[in-house]
């Protein structure tokens, strides 16, 4: 017999189970080896439904104080007596967070392939740069990306350049030089042209490529047709090597991180909050900006700030990149949280901060884990945590502010309903589900006497009969409406 721990709802559950020995099998996530001679004798119907009707009769549920921690409350049952077995089961809403994040994360086999793509582009880009390399960055590597995300990589050339490496052995050593340019944007622009230029030419799958130099960032975009990917090629991008490090350590802190950033893009894809499309509507990254400072805010704090995170550094955890301190502590060296509040009454608390937070004078900044005053007149700003100049929302404007914080009010409205958290009826929504359902915003432009242009009415216009559209569906459907949350498309 041996103990198996488990995730289960978010909260630590322990299961005892057998189990054989025999030949094994390397395993494919890095995890425990697969036994492929393992047998098991399946138990008759019967006797599995007379087992079950056992193990019921001598179990019984008891609710955990939020405020109180798993280790304690188990320590104070057990001074009653031996528990033989035990498990902690979360709330309803909790359950559909964690389910979200588990069906929209990106799967083991997709991170390979997406390192295999970057590994493709080398070997182009080795025609001209032999020793570099083409690193992956973003929604692929930073544990916050879902399925059918972009894949965004980075065209690493500092292992060539002589400066940062050790020459090992040999008589002679090779350098590379480029001409001298005006600045190292136009050095970037001319790299990732001839990169871009060699995938076109020699580049097996690859197609649709785009030179977009002229961008803040450079870069190439082509689609990878054998493995389905959108790929982003930039070059001279470490700050946003760094963000995706920082995210990534955010992300191990705390399971409740992942989830509250999955269910929130969730929620905000279905209230068209959010696009694929460019435009003036909330990124995602900026949403997980929004949810880190919100569980930075929370007492005891969930996550640490920034520069709680650089104060913990050591020596070798130093970085600097063009002025911009970079520097955090790795996760490793990061106390777990005391804080015990759930993901039901976090989200509760999200919509709540958010849909009465001064936009109109305050900024986000996870650097400081508090509102600052605003350096300038943007909808929405949230402070770039390492270029602390920089707006990450910049492309945000009032109209799409306005929709944001009119859902936030209305999803948290919804959560304070008696009976929305716990399914009452088999047609009508509850939970998260009744969050995802298309909400009328009729009140959004009333309170506006200015005329807006004419393209900002044309477009809420189309808002709104986009948004009458999905209502009446819903309302027409002869179900009365039900819908299953893994079938919400992001």
Not at 36 to 55: D, G, I, V, Y
Request: aromatic share 10%; charged share 25%.
């Amino acid at each position: 017999m041996w103990w198996r721990g488990f995730e289960a709802a978010g909260r630590r559950c322990f299961s005892r189970a057998h189990r054989s020995w025999g030949k094994t099998a390397p395993a494919v996530d890095g995890g425990e080896e697969i036994d492929l001679t393992e047998k098991t004798t399946a138990k008759t119907f019967s006797a599995l439904q007379a087992e079950r009707h056992e193990q019921a009769e001598r179990t019984i549920l008891i609710s955990c104080p939020s405020n109180i921690s798993e280790k304690k409350f188990y320590k104070y049952l057990s001074s009653y007596g031996t528990i033989n077995k035990y498990f902690f089961y979360e709330g309803f809403i909790d359950e559909q967070l964690y389910t979200v994040c588990k069906e929209y994360q990106i799967t083991e086999e997709n991170t390979r392939l997406r390192f295999l793509v970057c590994s493709l582009v080398k070997d182009i880009a080795a025609a001209y740069f032999p020793e570099c390399s083409i690193r992956p960055f973003g929604s692929s590597v930073n544990n916050f990306g879902k399925m059918g995300c972009d894949l965004d990589m980075f065209l690493d050339l500092d292992s060539i350049s002589g400066r940062n490496n050790t020459k090992t052995g040999g008589v002679f050593s090779m350098e590379y030089e480029t001409k001298r340019v005006a600045s190292e944007r136009v050095a970037t622009q001319s790299t990732l042209s001839v990169i871009g230029e060699c995938i076109d030419q020699f580049a097996p799958g690859c197609t649709g490529i785009q030179k977009i130099l002229n961008a803040r960032c450079p870069l190439v975009r082509f689609s990878h047709q054998p493995s389905g990917l959108q790929c982003d090629l930039t070059a001279n991008n470490r700050i946003a090597m760094r963000s995706t490090e920082l995210l990534y350590i955010y992300s191990n802190i705390d399971p409740r991180v992942r989830a509250l950033v999955f269910g929130v893009r969730c929620w905000a894809r279905s209230q068209g909050i959010t696009s694929n499309i460019p435009g003036s509507w909330i990124t995602n990254f900026s949403l997980t900006m929004m949810v880190l400072f919100l569980l930075q805010k929370r007492n005891p704090p969930i996550i640490p700030t920034l520069d709680q995170l650089r104060d913990l550094a050591e020596a070798e955890d130093k970085y600097v990149i063009e002025s911009h301190d970079c520097t955090f502590v790795s996760n490793n060296k990061i106390k777990p949280s005391q804080n015990t509040e759930t993901l039901e009454e976090l989200l509760q608390e999200f919509f709540e901060f958010y849909g009465n937070f001064a936009f109109n004078q305050m900024s986000i900044n996870i650097r400081k884990g508090k509102e600052q005053h605003k350096p300038e007149a943007s909808p929405l700003y949230i402070q770039n945590p390492f270029e602390q100049a920089l707006n990450v929302s910049k492309n945000v404007n009032q109209t799409q502010l306005e929709k944001f914080v009119t859902s936030a009010r209305e999803s948290a409205w919804i959560l304070q309903q008696e009976g929305i958290k716990r399914p009452m009826s088999n047609t009508k929504p509850w939970g998260l589900a009744a969050l995802l359902l298309p909400t009328m915003q009729s009140s959004g432009g009333k309170s506006k006497k200015k005329r807006q242009p004419a393209s900002e009415r044309i477009k809420s216009l189309l808002d709104s009969l986009k948004a009458n559209k999905e209502t009446t569906g819903y309302l027409n459907r002869s179900n009365g409406g039900r819908r299953h949350i893994c079938t919400v498309a992001w």
